[in-house]
Nanobody
């Protein structure tokens, strides 16, 4: 069984910073892409940032230059450093990973979500 456990959300003032972490655990053979999505109230879930196992990155235009994704493959962990936060960044942030186990290749796994609120 595979689990993704997120941490690091919270309340921050506009212009502030937060760092999200997501650790994958369980019967993992390999991890391909890891990334972050977010969902604001009344809106669809959207990609924020993703990183392949080789280090290639993809960012939403709305966060380019403000957010940085990184990962520690040895720890099966992905991070999202969020700087210059804006009220429109308020959402539930979900970790995502494409994980292969001994019984399945490239399944999608999701974390439970962590709330990020940007407000004065």
């Amino acid at each position: 069984q595979v689990q993704l456990v997120e941490s690091g959300g919270g309340l921050v003032q506009p212009g502030g910073s937060l760092r999200l972490s997501c650790a994958a655990s369980g019967s993992i053979f390999s991890i391909n892409a890891m990334g972050w999505y977010r969902q604001a109230p009344g809106k669809q879930r959207e990609l924020v940032a993703a990183m392949s196992s080789g280090g290639s990155t993809n960012y939403s235009d709305s966060v380019k230059g403000r957010f940085t994704i990184s990962r520690d493959n040895a720890k099966n962990t992905v991070y999202l450093q969020m700087n210059s936060l804006k009220p429109e960044d308020t959402a539930v942030y979900y970790c995502h990973a494409e994980i292969s186990t001994v019984v399945a290749v490239g399944d999608d796994y999701w974390g439970q979500g962590t709330q990020v609120t940007v407000s004065s």
